[in-house]
């Protein structure tokens, strides 16, 4: 089955800062990969997802690359805010399946400094 | 519109125990699942179902059953709870189609198996 990698598992910026997430899969079949966002106490939601016939993919302050040869996918957040801060997971599935089982990174806690 | 109900909230089971968690939603969604979030573990999916009447094991299926009899209900049941598996669950669902669409998520059950 599927693998899903994401590092760091803590990250730590100050206001204004860029974050950078990667996370790496093991299945070159996958082909969907979301990124979800949970605050404190909080469901994790959508914050940005993207394709594999895709390579790069924004919405305002945040913006996901893929690497379909090295298997990687990072998510990018400019300008950081407190309210950015939150753990974040990356998931990736195969959507041809018609399982549509995501798997999960096991998180990265983002704590913007004010 | 409620979304994604779960319930309930907070609960202590002693070993051994059973129990059922309840999952609701209201947006007429195909695909239903489980997931259940330890520290350092991420989300893990235990089971889910993409139709009334069908469901399939994820990662983690051992010690939990389901089942779909209506598009909008998806309860999953402990049937002998071990502390293994204190933990937050969540429910989460998305329309039909191929997959790759937006999980909504249920607001989580915290459960403690003493």
């Given at each position: 089955?599927?693998?899903?990698?994401?590092?760091?598992?803590?990250?730590?910026?100050?206001?204004?800062?860029?974050?950078?997430?990667?996370?790496?899969?093991s299945?070159?079949?996958?082909?969907?990969?979301?990124?979800?966002?949970?605050?404190?106490?909080?469901?994790?939601?959508?914050?940005?997802?993207?394709?594999?016939?895709?390579?790069?993919?924004?919405?305002?302050?945040?913006?996901v690359?893929?690497?379909?040869?090295?298997?990687h996918?990072?998510?990018?957040?400019?300008?950081?805010?407190?309210?950015?801060?939150?753990?974040?997971?990356?998931?990736?599935?195969n959507?041809?399946?018609?399982?549509?089982?995501?798997?999960?990174?096991?998180?990265?806690?983002?704590?913007?400094?004010? | 519109?409620?979304?994604?109900?779960?319930?309930?909230?907070?609960?202590?089971?002693?070993?051994?125990?059973?129990?059922?968690?309840?999952?609701?939603?209201?947006?007429?969604?195909?695909?239903?699942?489980?997931?259940?979030?330890?520290?350092g573990?991420g989300?893990?999916?235990?089971?889910?179902?993409?139709?009334?009447?069908?469901?399939?094991?994820?990662?983690?299926?051992?010690?939990?059953?389901?089942s779909?009899?209506?598009?909008?209900?998806?309860?999953?049941?402990?049937?002998?709870?071990?502390?293994s598996?204190?933990?937050?669950?969540?429910?989460?669902s998305?329309?039909?189609?191929r997959?790759g669409?937006?999980l909504?998520?249920?607001?989580?059950t915290?459960?403690?198996?003493?």
């Open positions: 089955g599927e693998n899903v990698e994401q590092h760091p598992s803590t990250l730590s910026v100050q206001e204004g800062d860029s974050a950078v997430i990667k996370c790496t899969y299945d070159s079949a996958s082909n969907y990969f979301p990124w979800y966002k949970q605050e404190l106490g909080k469901r994790p939601q959508l914050i940005i997802d993207i394709r594999s016939n895709v390579g790069e993919k924004k919405d305002q302050r945040i913006a690359t893929l690497n379909k040869t090295a298997k996918f990072s998510l990018h957040i400019t300008e950081t805010q407190p309210e950015d801060s939150a753990v974040y997971f990356c998931a990736a599935s959507v041809d399946t018609g399982r549509r089982a995501l798997t999960f990174g096991s998180g990265t806690r983002l704590q913007v400094q004010p | 519109n409620a979304g994604v109900t779960q319930t309930p909230k907070f609960q202590v089971l002693k070993t051994g125990q059973s129990m059922t968690l309840q999952c609701a939603q209201d947006m007429n969604h195909e695909y239903m699942s489980w997931y259940r979030q330890d520290p573990m989300l893990r999916l235990i089971h889910y179902s993409v139709g009334a009447g069908i469901t399939d094991q994820g990662e983690v299926p051992n010690g939990y059953n389901v779909r009899s209506t598009t909008e209900d998806f309860p999953l049941r402990l049937l002998s709870a071990a502390p598996q204190t933990s937050v669950y969540f429910c989460a998305s329309q039909g189609g997959g669409e937006k909504f998520f249920g607001s989580g915290q459960l403690s198996v003493l």
